[in-house]
């Protein structure tokens, strides 16, 4: 995101079978990121509905949606021209 962004250098991006799921991916990595690197979002929206969750962790912004909402707004498409990066795994 840098080169086309001022306020963050990455968006991470996932995707949850439904809003349950989204949450629960939400705050796998906020506790993961909280536990082991004490490491706390400046903001978090979207938790009450769960279809996008987004958590501003300033360098790094996470966005977990549910499938319809991710089709819906297509941030792949919108910032098209940023680089990209695969999670290691």
Same mark, same amino acid.
């Given at each position: 995101? +840098?080169? !086309?962004? $001022?306020?963050t250098?990455? %968006? !991470?991006? =996932? &995707?949850g079978r439904?809003? +349950?799921q989204t949450k629960a991916i939400h $705050?796998? !990595? =906020?506790?993961?990121l909280k536990q082991a690197h004490r490491l706390l979002p400046r903001s978090v929206s979207g938790l009450p509905? =769960?279809?996008w969750i987004v958590g501003d962790y300033l360098d790094v912004v996470?966005? !977990? %949606? &549910?499938?319809e909402t991710r089709a819906y707004y297509r941030l792949e498409d919108l910032w098209h021209d940023v680089p990209k990066v695969a999670a290691a795994g």
């Open positions: 995101m +840098r080169s !086309v962004c $001022d306020y250098d990455y %968006f !991470v991006l =996932a &995707t439904n809003a +349950r $705050d796998e !990595v =906020a506790g993961a509905e =769960a279809t996470l966005h !977990v %949606f &549910t499938p």
